[in-house]
């Protein structure tokens, strides 16, 4: 499954962004998706994830309340918005897929991973 990410750029602090990760397969729909970032010199982090039919969603306690995580499965495509952006959330954001119908929390645990997209928040 080739995925790619879209959506990144800069954005000021307090501002929205919307992530896109397009998936080239139909399988798609049978695969749960993360949204996995990385900060400079930080770790991957899982920050959003959902399950294959949208029924069970997950958010870093990071983002929560902040970030929404959303997938259409008629068009092979998931979403990441993000609101109330903060420098913190500068990262590179990958979205990720397992191949099964769950979003595993680890990310060592995805299969497939979109090739990333910088989102750099600043003032």
């Known amino acids: 499954v080739q995925l790619v990410g879209s959506g990144g750029g800069s954005v000021q602090i307090g501002g929205s962004r919307s992530l896109s990760c397009a998936a080239s397969?139909?399988?798609?729909?049978?695969?749960?998706i993360g949204w996995i970032r990385q900060a400079p010199g930080k770790e991957l982090e899982l920050i959003a994830s959902?399950?294959?039919?949208?029924?069970?969603?997950y958010y870093a306690d990071s983002v929560k309340g902040r970030f929404t995580i959303s997938r259409d499965n008629a068009k092979n495509t998931a979403y990441l918005q993000m609101n109330d952006l903060r420098p913190e959330d500068t990262a590179v954001y990958y979205c990720?897929?397992?191949?099964?119908?769950?979003?595993?929390?680890?990310?060592?645990?995805?299969?497939?991973w979109g090739q990333g997209t910088q989102v750099t928040v600043s003032s």
């Open positions: 990720a897929a397992n191949d099964h119908s769950w979003a595993p929390r680890a990310t060592s645990l995805y299969r497939w």
């Open positions: 959902v399950s294959s039919d949208g029924g069970e969603i």
């Open positions: 397969e139909r399988t798609f729909s049978s695969y749960g």
